[in-house]
């Protein structure tokens, strides 16, 4: 797996805090990564308004707003979060659905296995960090060019 | 040629030809029936005689045995002495010349309550029917009311589950952790090895063992619960059967407990179309009805296979068996052998008939002290893009 420089963030929402503390207890148990929980979706979103979230997972069935919207408004602050959604048995359909509009990265059934959540958050996570990668190597190759180009414009004009 | 219908029919005790004679004159044009006593007459007043003519008192007195809905009974000579004997129903008559009216009286009351009869017999067959799909209906209502209850706690149950699930298995990795943490060198030996320490760790490991077994256990009844009240199914779908017999068996493990073992022959099986929570109501029912027939230790034995483009269920019991006259109206609407209270004796007929909805047919095979087989036959799509619903 590519290490990242920093830290991967996650955040996690659900209105029962029995699965915020499961998944939590869990990651940090078993990676390194900072593990932020919100009980609701506007406490979700005003976190994703302050900090770098690199993968989010909420939960479906929500009292305020479901878990779309509100994945949807993360993505409208952070296009590159990588997106999960949890969902009980009958919401799948939903799910489904909202792997097109949301541009979902996974959905995870509940009552999930442990082992299953850690591989889909690695490869989350995985995929965030190379295309953060790449879009640095672009860059890079851009001001590469970008500076091949200046160079080649003082040697002609040297030469003029 | 006269009605054969207006032509009365009577029969005569005693049978000796004086009797015969004396009655044909006094009622001429009447069938005259001889019988030889009063079971005779009885039996034929039954089937198409009109009215019983008995001559003599001592005739009258035998026929009192004919109970209490008393047919048209006229006793000639009956004589001051039999009175007590012959009730209020019977008329005596002491003179051959008053028969024929009395005949033809006799003979429209005969034919008014034999068409009572018939009346009643047809009235109390469509009551029958009525309260059996009365009870049909309810049965299906409370299994939809009861599905939705199923469907609403499986639903509702996911996230605690899951969180139960989660827990008990990051408790495992916590105590595998702690286990490599106490047996690093930085660990002082006593605190290692204290008994103490030693048997709380094998407390928790064991916990959690159990623990993780009996959320797998909730786990796969609620999996069960959620296939057997499959709402969401307007239509029907292609599905695996196995699927459905494995849940079902999963929700009547407590009918079988140790008592029942299971053997699966499971073929091979395409998907077949069908409403599979309504499947799963007939091997419920199969499954539990083979359960009650089984005493004590048994086996279940279900087989699946494919013939042709259908697909067969067989259910067999090493149970009581059927006797032969109750397997033709094992079927039918309200029938049942169980007491009061344990069967409804809908569950084969409603079984049937969502067999037939699904354009199937169910058989049954059963020997009494050896076992019953029940065998459900499905096509594996149906001709008619129809649906039952």
């Not at chain 1, 209105?15 to 609701?40: G, P, Q, R």
């Given at each position: 797996?590519?290490?990242?420089?920093?830290?991967?963030?996650?955040?996690?929402?659900?209105?029962?805090?029995?699965?915020?503390?499961?998944?939590?207890?869990?990651?940090?148990?078993?990676?390194?990564?900072?593990?932020?929980?919100?009980?609701?979706?506007?406490?979700?979103?005003?976190?994703?308004?302050?900090?770098?979230?690199?993968?989010?997972?909420?939960?479906?069935?929500?009292?305020?707003?479901?878990?779309?919207?509100?994945?949807?408004?993360?993505?409208?602050?952070?296009?590159?979060?990588?997106?999960?959604?949890?969902?009980?048995?009958?919401?799948?359909?939903?799910?489904?659905?909202?792997?097109?509009?949301?541009?979902?990265?996974?959905?995870?059934?509940?009552?999930?296995?442990?082992?299953?959540?850690?591989?889909?958050?690695?490869?989350?996570?995985?995929?965030?960090?190379?295309?953060?990668?790449?879009?640095?190597?672009?860059?890079?190759?851009?001001?590469?060019?970008?500076?091949?180009?200046?160079?080649?414009?003082?040697i002609i004009k040297a030469f003029m | 040629m006269p009605d054969p219908?207006?032509?009365?029919?009577?029969?005569v005790i005693p049978s000796d030809a004086v009797t015969l004679e004396?009655?044909?004159?006094?009622?001429?044009?009447?069938?005259?029936?001889?019988?030889?006593?009063?079971?005779?007459?009885?039996?034929?007043?039954?089937?198409?005689?009109?009215?019983?003519?008995?001559?003599?008192?001592?005739?009258?007195?035998?026929?009192?045995?004919?109970?209490?809905?008393?047919?048209?009974?006229?006793?000639?000579?009956?004589?001051?002495?039999?009175?007590?004997?012959?009730?209020?129903?019977?008329?005596?008559?002491?003179?051959?010349?008053?028969?024929?009216?009395?005949?033809?009286?006799?003979?429209?009351?005969?034919r008014t309550q034999r068409d009572l009869r018939l009346v009643r017999?047809?009235?109390?067959?469509?009551?029958?029917?009525?309260?059996?799909?009365?009870?049909?209906?309810?049965?299906?209502?409370?299994?939809?009311?009861?599905?939705?209850?199923?469907?609403?706690?499986?639903?509702?149950?996911?996230?605690?589950?899951?969180?139960?699930?989660?827990?008990?298995?990051?408790?495992?990795?916590?105590?595998?952790?702690?286990?490599?943490?106490?047996?690093?060198?930085?660990?002082?030996?006593?605190?290692?090895?204290?008994?103490?320490?030693?048997?709380?760790?094998?407390?928790?490991?064991?916990?959690?063992?159990?623990?993780?077994?009996?959320?797998?256990?909730?786990?796969?009844?609620?999996?069960?619960?959620?296939?057997?009240?499959?709402?969401?199914?307007?239509?029907?779908?292609?599905?695996?059967?196995?699927?459905?017999?494995?849940?079902?068996?999963?929700?009547?493990?407590?009918?079988?407990?140790?008592?029942?073992?299971?053997?699966?022959?499971?073929?091979?099986?395409?998907?077949?179309?069908?409403?599979?929570?309504?499947?799963?109501?007939?091997?419920?029912?199969?499954?539990?009805?083979?359960?009650?027939?089984?005493?004590?230790?048994?086996?279940?034995?279900?087989?699946?296979?494919?013939?042709?483009?259908?697909?067969?269920?067989?259910?067999?019991?090493?149970?009581?068996?059927?006797?032969?006259?109750?397997?033709?109206?094992?079927?039918?609407?309200?029938?049942?052998?169980?007491?009061?209270?344990?069967?409804?004796?809908?569950?084969?007929?409603?079984?049937?008939?969502?067999?037939?909805?699904?354009?199937?047919?169910?058989?049954?095979?059963?020997?009494?002290?050896?076992?019953?087989?029940?065998?459900?036959?499905?096509?594996?799509?149906?001709?008619?893009?129809?649906?039952?619903?």
């Amino acid at each position: 797996m590519n290490s990242p420089d920093r830290q991967p963030v996650i955040l996690v929402v659900d209105d029962e805090e029995m699965v915020l503390v499961s998944i939590k207890s869990f990651l940090m148990l078993e990676t390194e990564y900072e593990v932020l929980t919100a009980n609701s979706p506007p406490e979700g979103v005003e976190i994703a308004k302050q900090r770098t979230i690199d993968l989010v997972i909420s939960d479906y069935l929500m009292p305020e707003m479901d878990g779309i919207t509100f994945l949807m408004q993360v993505k409208n602050l952070q296009p590159h979060t990588i997106r999960i959604l949890l969902t009980g048995y009958a919401d799948k359909e939903n799910a489904i659905k909202a792997i097109n509009d949301v541009g979902l990265y996974q959905y995870i059934e509940k009552p999930w296995q442990n082992a299953d959540l850690a591989i889909v958050i690695r490869n989350g996570l995985e995929k965030r960090f190379l295309l953060e990668r790449l879009a640095q190597k672009i860059r890079e190759v851009k001001s590469a060019q970008e500076n091949l180009q200046e160079i080649q414009d003082q040697i002609i004009k040297a030469f003029m | 040629m006269p009605d054969p219908a207006a032509i009365l029919r009577l029969v005569v005790i005693p049978s000796d030809a004086v009797t015969l004679e004396r009655v044909r004159r006094a009622a001429p044009g009447a069938e005259i029936l001889p019988a030889a006593d009063a079971a005779a007459a009885r039996a034929r007043l039954e089937k198409d005689a009109d009215a019983i003519v008995a001559v003599g008192p001592a005739v009258a007195g035998s026929l009192e045995s004919l109970g209490r809905e008393a047919p048209p009974l006229i006793v000639l000579d009956a004589g001051p002495g039999s009175a007590p004997a012959v009730s209020d129903a019977f008329v005596s008559l002491s003179s051959d010349l008053e028969l024929p009216a009395w005949l033809q009286a006799a003979a429209r009351l005969r034919r008014t309550q034999r068409d009572l009869r018939l009346v009643r017999a047809e009235s109390e067959r469509i009551n029958g029917e009525l309260v059996a799909s009365y009870a049909q209906l309810v049965q299906q209502e409370k299994m939809a009311a009861l599905g939705a209850l199923v469907a609403g706690i499986a639903h509702e149950m996911h996230t605690p589950i899951g969180s139960i699930t989660s827990n008990s298995d990051i408790l495992v990795r916590s105590l595998n952790r702690l286990r490599e943490l106490i047996s690093s060198d930085t660990c002082p030996e006593s605190f290692r090895k204290h008994p103490d320490l030693v048997r709380v760790i094998g407390i928790v490991e064991e916990i959690s063992r159990v623990n993780r077994m009996a959320t797998e256990r909730i786990i796969g009844i609620v999996r069960s619960l959620r296939n057997f009240a499959r709402l969401d199914e307007a239509e029907a779908r292609p599905a695996d059967l196995r699927e459905g017999l494995e849940s079902t068996l999963t929700l009547v493990h407590h009918e079988m407990k140790n008592r029942i073992t299971v053997v699966r022959e499971f073929g091979d099986l395409p998907a077949v179309q069908c409403h599979l929570n309504q499947l799963s109501q007939v091997f419920m029912n199969m499954l539990v009805n083979a359960t009650h027939a089984i005493q004590g230790k048994g086996t279940i034995t279900i087989r699946t296979f494919r013939e042709g483009d259908d697909v067969k269920i067989q259910i067999a019991d090493s149970g009581s068996g059927i006797p032969p006259e109750n397997l033709a109206r094992i079927f039918d609407t309200g029938f049942t052998t169980k007491s009061v209270g344990v069967g409804t004796g809908l569950g084969l007929a409603i079984s049937r008939k969502i067999i037939e909805d699904h354009h199937g047919r169910i058989e049954v095979a059963s020997e009494v002290g050896k076992g019953t087989t029940f065998t459900i036959t499905l096509p594996i799509e149906w001709k008619i893009p129809a649906d039952p619903k």
